[in-house]
């Protein structure tokens, strides 16, 4: 029941005119077994060759037929044969006009010559198919075959485009299925990718779960099912051409659908043959059924299969063979899988990837195959190549390139022959193996850090010819090392770093078909310094580096001005790193502008940090200033105008420049330089006062903003309403005073005399002279009110004082006579 419900499927899908006679070809005696499509039936032996322009080719090259072809046709049967056949080559001229009966040869394959030396028959003017007939030998038998043929054109002219569809799909399902067991067989883990690539090569439909499967199911996996193996073909329909009734595309689409043809061989097999099924099945007659052979020939030798056993008896059974079409020759459509694609001419081996021409790779059709190379002198150079599905396209024997003879970059050019016909196949570019000039990416050139596993790029035209490379330490020892080609140019490197200490290592690449490696010295690095960004101010001659490590910091390059470094210090385990340029050259920086900074580290490396140039900082230029003494007189002339007594006051004249204008929050700072003392002036509490939108006056009195402490060098700054700071300038030298009360000196010059007074400590030495050669220094012990001095010159004594030891002071106070 089960099988005559997928008949009557059948018939619903397929084209009206279905006789009963198709269930007869299809279904054998045994409706258990609905396999008698798989053509597994060895047929009689027959050999053939054709000549055209005198030159012979066997048929299993030969892929469509000419007038004025010479076809020899030897009927191979063993010695023992019992059953005589008539052989009858027939030709037509399509469906619709009748050959004439001098298309059709008669031969009696039992005569000794036919035999021995087979026969000669030539194709005729105006024949478009070809048809071999074998019969069972009884009366009438040729009379009655010639007329069968006449009668009905149309019918046999479908039998030779359905047998040469079907002869032809099962080449490619032959190849795939025979290749998918010798794969598994001598490498299982290759399965998966090579199966990829002859399903891409032969036109096979590959199911992608049977690689979800263990490695030792995945072929008998592939291989199952295969009635939905074979996908249809553009060039093998234009090479059998089908009847106006339509494509065999659609019959075969149809036929694939029903569970009949889904429990099939395959389904574009499966198509023709049901085809022929409703075709042979009109003309069948009481005394002949006609049954098909398909063709599967090797060399000269056709190898017949037969899909059911020929019958001797009433019906007897006639085996129809068809022959390749008398037509022009249609070209393989062979195109490259990617155009772009550069190759290395010595690879070996040189796999050049194709697709759109499945016949090339499953049958001897295409053959004579070379890639040929122009050379430097015009003459070419052809490479043997051959197809192989597995590998996803022609493989070429490159050991007889001679790259001295040709360009760095070539383009190969695929030729070989359809049947008779030479044609040329897709180009390739191709690049030839030379010695190179190798480079690391700029970026990449400090990126071997050791202690871990660290990959780099290497470019050179001349990347897609690396064969291998190995790197080496500065002892000759080996690192684990692995690469790709990532881009024709370009390779990506991987490399074991981790036990190793920072240095120099080798590398070298060797290059399909060189004899010598191309070596490059390559440094490695210790942890580099961890760079998090570089402050800069639009108009500022110096920045700040920021980060970790940055001891390491040899240099800081920014729109080819040099920064070095100045000053670094280290706060919450973060690194600042002050970095100056010359002033008198500073970088022309705009506000906003972005860019990179070059660091240079002391090892060599070079690394790039994208900055953000920020707003200029607020600048002022010091016009004036006016320091005046303390309240309480002193008997101390200071040294210096730069002194500013602790108790003094001073004032200074202030000119902005960046802004041009004052804002009224402007604000400026005044520090000890080591900013252990600091004070804030401003508007708000006096301390600042415009004389006009460009100048200021500011006034301190360091004893109230400091306190008692604070001594030595000030400086200044000011400070924008953003928080901007400008630089630190110069502003005065902070010192305290000792107050000095008398000098009692006796008679004697050898006797010393005595300074009374208090905070003498404050005092660092005394001398009688400017120019302190007679000096008394004072100890950084002393703390008494009371302090032995020289006698004083004409021009009283000389103070150096602890707070500004650089200036020389002096005092008038009198000298009182020791009693």
Not at 335 to 362: H, I, M, N, W
Not at 584 to 612: F, K, Q, S, W, Y
Request: net charge negative; with cysteine; hydrophobic share 40%.
């Amino acid at each position: 029941m089960g099988i005559q419900q997928d008949v009557r499927s059948a018939k619903r899908m397929l084209v009206s005119g279905v006789s009963t006679a198709f269930l007869a070809l299809l279904l054998p005696a045994n409706p258990a077994r609905a396999d008698n499509a798989a053509f597994d039936l060895a047929g009689p032996r027959i050999e053939m060759k054709v000549t055209r322009a005198g030159k012979p080719l066997p048929i299993s090259e030969v892929p469509n037929l000419q007038p004025g072809d010479r076809l020899w046709i030897h009927p191979d049967f063993p010695q023992d044969q019992a059953a005589r056949y008539l052989l009858v080559v027939a030709f037509l001229r399509g469906s619709t006009n009748p050959p004439p009966e001098n298309w059709f040869t008669r031969v009696e394959t039992w005569k000794k010559q036919v035999r021995e030396e087979g026969f000669v028959v030539t194709v005729p003017q105006d024949a478009q198919q070809a048809l071999l007939f074998l019969a069972p030998e009884t009366s009438g038998d040729f009379s009655t075959l010639r007329s069968a043929v006449r009668d009905k054109p149309g019918v046999f002219v479908r039998a030779s485009q359905d047998l040469n569809q079907a002869s032809l799909d099962r080449t490619r399902l032959e190849k795939y299925l025979s290749d998918v067991r010798q794969i598994s067989d001598a490498d299982p883990k290759a399965l998966h990718d090579r199966s990829v690539l002859l399903a891409r090569t032969l036109g096979i439909r590959l199911d992608q779960q049977c690689f979800e499967r263990p490695l030792e199911q995945q072929a008998s996996c592939l291989t199952q099912n295969t009635g939905n193996l074979v996908l249809d073909d553009g060039h093998i329909q234009s090479m059998v051409a089908a009847l106006a009734s339509g494509p065999n595309s659609d019959l075969i689409g149809a036929v694939s659908a029903t569970p009949l043809a889904g429990g099939g061989f395959y389904s574009a097999y499966v198509g023709a043959i049901v085809d022929l099924a409703r075709v042979l099945s009109n003309i069948r007659t009481a005394s002949f059924q006609y049954i098909p052979a398909l063709v599967s020939p090797k060399k000269e030798q056709m190898n017949l299969k037969l899909n059911n056993p020929p019958s001797f008896r009433k019906p007897m059974s006639v085996i129809v063979v068809g022959l390749p079409a008398v037509e022009g020759p249609q070209l393989p459509p062979l195109r490259t899988v990617d155009a772009k694609q550069l190759y290395c001419l010595q690879k070996s081996p040189l796999v050049l990837p194709v697709e759109g021409a499945p016949l090339v790779f499953s049958s001897d059709i295409a053959h004579n195959f070379v890639l040929r190379v122009q050379g430097k002198s015009g003459s070419p150079q052809d490479l043997p190549a051959r197809p192989d599905a597995s590998s996803g396209g022609f493989v070429v024997d490159t050991r007889a390139a001679d790259a001295a003879k040709l360009d760095p970059e070539v383009t190969g050019t695929l030729r070989g022959s359809w049947g008779f016909e030479q044609f040329d196949g897709p180009n390739f570019h191709l690049r030839t193996s030379r010695s190179a000039h190798w480079g690391i990416p700029a970026a990449e050139e400090s990126a071997l850090i050791v202690g871990r596993e660290d990959v780099f790029h290497l470019e050179a035209p001349g990347a897609v010819c690396v064969d291998d490379l190995g790197m080496q330490d500065a002892q000759g020892r080996d690192l684990k090392t692995s690469w790709k080609l990532v881009k024709p140019e370009e390779l990506e490197i991987s490399v074991a770093l981790k036990d190793q200490s920072a240095g120099p290592v080798k590398l070298k690449v060797h290059q399909f078909a060189l004899g010598h490696a191309d070596e490059l010295a390559v440094q490695t690095y210790s942890e580099a310094a961890h760079l998090e960004g570089f402050v800069i101010n639009a108009g500022d001659a110096q920045g700040t580096l920021k980060g970790s490590r940055l001891d390491e910091v040899d240099r800081l390059e920014v729109k080819g001005a040099r920064f070095a470094p100045a000053k670094l210090t280290r706060a919450n385990e973060k690194d600042e790193l002050r970095m100056t340029v010359d002033k008198a050259n500073p970088p022309a920086l705009g506000p906003h502008e972005r860019l990179v900074a070059r660091v240079a580290l002391r090892d060599g490396r070079v690394l790039e940090l994208p900055t953000i140039v920020e707003e200029p900082r607020p600048k002022v230029t010091l016009v004036g200033k006016n320091i005046r003494p303390g309240p309480v007189p002193t008997a101390i002339s200071l040294g210096s105008q730069e002194e500013l007594p602790l108790d003094g006051q001073i004032s200074l004249l202030l000119k902005t420049e960046v802004p041009n204008r004052f804002p009224h929050n402007e604000k400026i700072e005044i520090a000890t330089v080591d900013e252990a003392f600091s004070v804030m002036l401003s508007f708000v509490d006096g301390s600042l006062v415009l004389r006009d939108a460009e100048d200021l006056v500011a006034t301190l009195e360091p004893m109230k903003a400091f306190g008692s402490s604070a001594f030595g060098p000030l400086q200044f700054r000011p400070l924008d309403p953003a928080g901007g700071k400008g630089d630190w300038q110069p502003l005065a030298v902070l010192v305290r005073l000792p107050v000095l009360k008398e000098i009692r000196c006796s008679a004697s010059l050898d006797k010393p005399c005595q300074l009374t007074g208090t905070n003498l400590y404050l005092i660092d030495s005394v001398a009688s002279d400017p120019q302190f050669i007679h000096t008394t220094p004072v100890s950084t012990e002393f703390l008494d009110a009371t302090l032995g001095v020289p006698h004083p010159g004409e021009s009283g004594l000389y103070l150096r004082l602890r707070d500004d030891p650089s200036a020389v002071s002096s005092t008038t106070l009198p000298v009182t006579p020791e009693k």
